[in-house]
């Protein structure tokens, strides 16, 4: 089993690996800026091919929230953001059940150190509705009131060309009753062209409690970002998840889009429509479109 689960997960991000760099475009500008997904952006700093480096990459100084397709992966030191989604059930006979509010709090304690307090779980803004504070009951799809606290944290590695890294690790209370999990993995985002990026964040959750009816499993967000215009972002949202015992039968891909616009240096906007397993292993009697999820989103900078 653990050999069967090794190579799952090597030919995954393998799979993911294999087209960043047969895409690569030697002539895009280097892309060095060191930011969350919505904090500061990058400027670009030369118009040669970028060799691999040893070093973690340095922030950029644009305005915050513009241009996110060419910032890197965390946010440079002393920044302090937030992210707040309300996330809906839009499913057939269950729109708002449940409905939940979302909030991430992060901070950079250096160029390459980030930590947060996240709720949103594993799958990031694609993670379906009922975490964070839910508001619909429990009749209506809450586990709990206040569900799926963690501490995230985010390492700056060693640029390979337009590939930025980070190493990714976080340690969660599910359900607080209490079944705890330690999620790692690698944060990467490889640039294919000046306004395209792919964002990959495989991580594998070991539980930690009550192993004798909780498995660890695979989480694989993946996103294809476009810059449509120096405030606006396009994204095509996928990904994979599953337990490890069980992959087979109980993966999960998803199918979607969202979009984010930058109001001004401190408030980004955006929205996201997702199929929830489109193209993953169905349940008895349930169609491939039949889950389906919707947020909106704030992020905030200070």
């Not at 640029?159 to 890294?165: F, I």
Request: proline letters at 7%; glycine letters at 10%.
């Amino acid at each position: 089993m653990n050999v069967t689960r090794t190579c799952l997960i090597g030919s995954l991000l393998g799979a993911l690996a294999t087209p960043a760099f047969a895409q690569y475009n030697s002539s895009a500008p280097q892309l060095n800026g060191a930011a969350t997904p919505y904090s500061s952006a990058a400027t670009p700093a030369s118009s040669a091919a970028t060799p691999a480096s040893s070093e973690a990459p340095v922030p950029g100084t644009a305005p915050d929230g513009l241009n996110a397709v060419s910032r890197g992966i965390q946010g440079p030191a002393g920044t302090a953001s937030a992210r707040v989604l309300v996330d809906g059930d839009v499913s057939t006979n269950s729109v708002g059940t449940p409905t939940s509010v979302v909030p991430d709090l992060f901070y950079s304690v250096t160029d390459q150190l980030q930590l947060g307090l996240v709720h949103q779980g594993p799958m990031g803004w694609q993670a379906q509705p009922g975490l964070g504070v839910c508001l619909a009951g429990k009749d209506n799809g809450c586990r709990k009131i206040y569900d799926n606290a963690g501490l995230d944290v985010l390492y700056g590695l060693p640029t390979l060309g337009k590939l930025e890294l980070s190493a990714h690790g976080a340690f969660f209370a599910n359900h607080f009753d209490p079944v705890t999990n330690v999620a790692l993995g690698v944060t990467g985002k490889a640039h294919l062209a000046d306004n395209v990026a792919l964002v990959f964040d495989p991580k594998i959750a070991i539980e930690l409690t009550k192993r004798d009816r909780n498995d660890d499993f695979l989480y694989m967000p993946v996103e294809l970002a476009v810059q449509v215009g120096a405030p606006l972002t396009f994204h095509v949202l996928t990904g994979i998840s599953g337990s490890l015992s069980s992959f087979g039968d109980t993966y999960e891909i998803p199918a979607g889009i969202g979009l984010v616009r930058n109001l001004n240096k401190n408030f980004d906007v955006g929205a996201r429509f997702s199929l929830d397993n489109l193209l993953g292993q169905q349940p008895q009697d349930t169609g491939r479109a039949d889950a389906r999820s919707a947020a909106l989103l704030v992020n905030i900078r200070i």
